[in-house]
């Protein structure tokens, strides 16, 4: 079975990095070999710039593994985490909104074993460097043994269609902070109707979780900002609880 293909949230710039990193890295090696060996002005120069590349290559590679570890081990624990905040028995309907590489569809449904994930994406999102896809989303759900309960559809974050109060849980991992204002409000509209009555909705973004907080609110749900995990800043959440009639 092919092993699922998660790309990583900022893949295309932690290749700059690297990239870079390596480039500075080496150019600063050889100044300080150099330096030894060159004479006149062309050493004084070639040490100073050789010095400076250097200081840039390190902070790359700093910069590069940061970035690595926060979108690659920290970003599965985080999920786990938000998850873990759901308190999910394992039967309900959850609806992830902007689905991506399936990544967090795929973490939920292996937890609702007699349950099911709604997973929707318009696809037009850059997602780590490149665009995902409905099939690549399947064929992650395939290969982590959950395809049939991860039921895959090609929507509009902000026209769901499907009913009102139809599903348990709503999910939203990093998928409405680029959206404009106007679109991120009907997307979170749609999310508050298809939620039924004491359902759940947990919504993590970057920012704009205040403008998500007042939104739903006004959408008449029971809001409380949550974050149980690191770093707080950038993933945060807002959850939220739709009243019993």
Not at 36 to 64: E, I
Not at 191 to 219: N, Q, S, W
Request: glycine letters at 10%; hydrophobic letters at 50%; one cysteine or more.
């Amino acid at each position: 079975m092919a092993k699922a293909r998660y790309r990583p949230p900022l893949a295309a710039l932690q290749h700059r990095l690297l990239v870079l990193g390596v480039l500075g890295a080496t150019a600063g090696g050889v100044a300080q070999l150099g330096k030894h060996t060159w004479r006149g002005a062309f050493a004084t120069l070639g040490v100073a710039v050789g010095a400076h590349l250097g200081v840039v290559g390190l902070v790359s590679l700093v910069s590069f593994a940061w970035f690595r570890w926060l979108t690659r081990g920290l970003r599965f624990r985080n999920i786990e985490r938000l998850l873990d905040a759901l308190s999910l028995s394992g039967d309900e309907i959850l609806l992830d909104v902007g689905t991506g590489d399936g990544v967090v569809a795929i973490a939920a449904a292996k937890r609702l074993v007699r349950g099911s994930v709604i997973a929707i994406d318009d696809w037009q999102r850059p997602h780590g460097g490149g665009t995902p896809s409905a099939d690549v989303a399947r064929a992650n759900a395939a290969s982590e043994g959950v395809a049939a309960r991860v039921d895959v559809r090609t929507l509009p974050l902000d026209q769901l269609a499907l009913p009102d109060a139809s599903v348990d849980v709503v999910v939203a991992c990093f998928s409405l902070h680029h959206l404009d204002r106007t679109t991120r409000e009907r997307a979170l509209l749609e999310m508050a109707r298809v939620l039924r009555h004491d359902g759940r909705l947990l919504a993590a973004e970057p920012v704009g979780r205040a403008h998500i907080a007042e939104t739903l609110a006004r959408a008449g749900l029971e809001v409380r900002h949550e974050s149980r995990t690191f770093p707080r800043w950038l993933f945060g959440w807002v959850s939220a609880r739709k009243a019993i009639r």
